[in-house]
């Protein structure tokens, strides 16, 4: 068996509608197959609104790329998480909220700089949707080196 080179965990607990544009943004991943297991280790945490059905539909059409857990509600997003983390394979790991999503070459270029760059830790940039805002300090340029104190990491 191929270990994927970024295994993506997503805690789900009552996310619908945003869990499908989370879902559909792993499915469009420009990273080859089999270099990526959005285990989306899916973690159904004891979703009511119908995300452990979806996580299901997903895993059934996209076979290889998703793994789903259900498990009971444990009142917050770590149980799943760390779960999610037991279950991962792969030379990295990526934290997804369920109301998160991707751009389509986003996996492949955090790889891509996390080889080049021989980096135990890649901070992906985020953007702020619907009023929400992202500080973007950190995010000015790719930069193989950025010190904790001395940038807006703290802040990211």
């Known amino acids: 068996m191929t270990v994927p080179d970024v295994p993506v965990v997503v805690a789900v607990y009552d996310t ?3 869990l499908t544009a989370c879902l559909d943004s792993l499915v469009g991943q420009s990273l080859a ?3 990526l297991e959005a285990v989306a280790v899916a973690v159904d945490d004891g979703s009511t609104d119908g995300g452990g059905e979806l996580l299901d539909e997903y895993a059934a059409r996209h076979p290889g790329l998703f793994r789903v857990v259900h498990q009971a509600d444990s009142g917050g ?3 799943p998480t760390n779960h999610g983390m037991e279950l991962a394979r792969g030379r990295y790991a990526l934290f997804l909220g369920a109301d998160d999503w991707l751009g389509p070459e986003a996996l492949e270029r955090l790889v891509a700089d996390a080889d080049a760059w021989g980096s135990d830790v ?3 940039k985020q953007v702020g949707v619907n009023g929400r805002l992202v500080p ?3 995010f000015h340029a790719n930069a193989e080196s950025v010190g904790f104190a001395d940038s807006a990491l703290a802040w990211a």
């Open 16 to 18: 619908m509608p945003y």
């Open 33 to 35: 197959p089999g270099r």
């Open 77 to 79: 997003p770590a149980g």
């Open 122 to 124: 890649v901070v992906p």
């Open 136 to 138: 973007q300090g950190i």
